[in-house]
């Protein structure tokens, strides 16, 4: 894991929501991984942030979802990413 899980997991039991990114990983099963061992870190409450971006060939995100229903994630953040005349845009 490349740490940040174990980073996280210190805000959440220092009584803070620790947020882990979702698709941060080579692949998102990685991610699923990442969350599940996250878990083992910490019984207090976590989130996730799963940003969905405009393409051709786009992740499995549900993946991602899944892992994170699966594995208690109490926050999962969407994060909705496009492209405006140009101009990115966010909607959350």
Request: hydrophobic share 45%.
């Amino acid at each position: 894991m490349g740490g940040r899980d174990k980073i996280a997991s210190a805000v959440s039991n220092a009584g803070v929501m620790g947020m882990l990114p979702a698709l941060t990983q080579p692949a998102p099963e990685h991610s699923a991984k990442e969350i599940a061992h996250w878990r083992t870190f910490t019984d207090r409450p976590f989130g996730s942030i799963l940003t969905i971006q405009p393409s051709a060939n786009p992740p499995p995100y549900e993946v991602c979802r899944d892992a994170a229903i699966d594995f208690g994630v109490t926050v999962l953040r969407i994060v909705l990413m496009a492209a405006l005349s140009g101009i990115g845009t966010c909607v959350e």
